[in-house]
């Protein structure tokens, strides 16, 4: 089946600062990328969808000040958080489509100390 | 609007045991549904998935699923467990939009 890869894997980053993450497909283009997020013992929740070359679409509640999203290019999409807090410590998992199903990323750990 | 229901938090079963992992949607168009593994710290592994066609549907690790239309339900069952088969499963359902739904999960404990 076609990857998807993230990066980092996980990071811890100080208060008040931001940190992007990437989500890349590497053997396909995908025009549409999903990112989630996933709290400790908790399901997945959709956070917005990457659409390429516009705006992302954002779920109910999902800061997009805070959590910005760009899809420069059909094989990437980056999720930055701005000014981390530990609350917005958490697994946060991108997934891809090829146009016959999604593809998840291994997910990024981030912890904010 | 879809959504998914997982029946059980929690599963303790005995090592070689049948287990079945409960799953119901919701949704007032045609669905894709799948089954996802999840081991402590690490992303999600796809065990099943239907699309169409046969509703019973075999996927990895020994594990399969039966789609039912009329009970909207796509339980996942496995006829003997093993320790390593202890994680998180995560039912989940999208329209073919790719923005997946998921459930709230279900952790498999197998016990020796």
């Known amino acids: 089946g076609a990857v998807v890869s993230q990066h980092p894997s996980w990071v811890i980053c100080k208060s008040g600062t931001s940190v992007k993450i990437e989500c890349r497909s590497l053997d396909f283009q995908a025009t549409t990328m999903f990112w989630y997020r996933q709290f400790p013992k908790q399901s997945l929740m959709l956070m917005a969808t990457?659409?390429?070359?516009?705006?992302?679409?954002?779920e109910q509640g999902v800061e997009k000040d805070k959590f910005l999203i760009n899809h420069a290019s059909l094989t990437l999409s980056t999720l930055t958080v701005t000014s981390a807090h530990p609350e917005d410590s958490s697994f946060y998992i991108c997934s891809a489509s090829d146009n016959s199903e999604a593809f998840f990323g291994q997910g990024t750990r981030l912890t904010v100390v | 609007a879809q959504s998914v229901t997982q029946l059980d938090s929690q599963v303790p079963v005995f090592e070689e045991a049948p287990v079945e992992l409960r799953c119901n949607y919701s949704?007032?168009?045609?669905?894709?549904l799948f089954w996802y593994v999840q081991y402590p710290n690490q992303g999600l592994q796809l065990l099943l998935k239907?699309?169409?066609?046969?509703?019973l549907v075999k996927g990895i690790n020994g594990f399969e699923a039966e789609f039912n239309k009329s009970q909207t339900s796509f339980h996942l069952r496995k006829p003997s467990v093993h320790i390593s088969d202890t994680a998180e499963y995560f039912c989940?359902?999208?329209?073919?939009?790719?923005?997946?739904?998921f459930g709230a999960g279900t952790r498999l404990f197998v016990k020796a």
């Open positions: 949704s007032s168009v045609s669905v894709y």
């Open positions: 989940a359902v999208n329209t073919g939009g790719f923005k997946t739904i």
């Open positions: 990457s659409n390429e070359g516009s705006k992302a679409t954002y």
């Open positions: 239907y699309l169409s066609g046969s509703t």
